[in-house]
């Protein structure tokens, strides 16, 4: 079956400092991979997504990038967290145009 | 502008009872639509996909309308519990890429 595993669960990270999450996919091969950013309140907004190895496309300028290395790894980084880097960031994965599969999100507080 | 709303407030129901939610969409021709379910801290779940064809979708429980004329979709909740208290979220997909709605945070009172 097919599963996504995303980390760490919550992190607190200083203004300036780098940023790196992971997301890893099971089970499937070749999927769309999306990252996603949830503020309180508001809905979900695509970050980046890819639909292959070392095709990033992205949605928002903004101060996070994101790659692709294998073909089941998808990794969201900054160089240097602003405050407004704080969010729910959430991995998602889609096989074709059905349904997302979500990860469990990674809740990140910069101080 | 584009825009999609969901029940700007939150939807308190008594157990037993149909809960409706709805999502409202404009300048959008959806391809197609869902509805995921998200608890706090976690990230969404699929529950439902309905097409820009089809009028109405079924699962258990669970019961979508989609009217591209009125630009809305309707989400039923039949004999609701406890455990279906959550936030519900409407997806369009216009053929390039999702737009999710803010949400509509359900409770089932016991």
């Known amino acids: 079956s097919q599963t996504i595993h995303q980390w760490p669960a919550t992190l607190v990270q200083p203004v300036g400092s780098p940023l790196s999450l992971e997301c890893t996919v099971e089970g499937t091969s070749n999927p769309n991979l999306y990252w996603y950013r949830q503020a309180a309140g508001r809905g979900l907004q695509l970050l980046f997504y890819?639909?292959?190895?070392?095709?990033i496309s992205s949605e928002v300028p903004q101060n996070l990038s994101a790659s692709r290395p294998q073909d089941r790894q998808f990794i969201l980084s900054s160089k240097k967290l602003l405050l407004s880097d704080s969010g729910f960031y959430l991995c998602a994965w889609s096989v074709g145009t059905y349904g997302y599969t979500f990860g469990s999100g990674t809740r990140l507080t910069v101080v | 502008s584009q825009k999609i709303e969901q029940n700007s407030e939150a939807l308190n129901i008594q157990e037993g009872k149909t809960a409706t939610l709805t999502c409202n969409y404009t300048n959008y021709s959806p391809a197609y639509l869902q509805w995921y379910r998200q608890d706090p801290g976690r990230g969404p779940v699929f529950l439902l996909l309905?097409?820009?064809?089809?009028k109405e979708k079924r699962k258990e429980r669970l019961k979508v309308t989609f009217d591209t004329t009125l630009k809305q979709s309707l989400f039923h909740i039949t004999a609701s519990q406890p455990a279906d208290s959550a936030t519900y979220l409407c997806?369009?997909?216009?053929?390039?890429?999702?737009?999710f709605g803010t949400g509509t945070s359900l409770t089932v009172i016991p």
């Open positions: 997806a369009l997909f216009t053929g390039n890429q999702f737009y």
């Open positions: 890819s639909v292959g190895i070392g095709q």
């Open positions: 309905i097409r820009e064809n089809e």
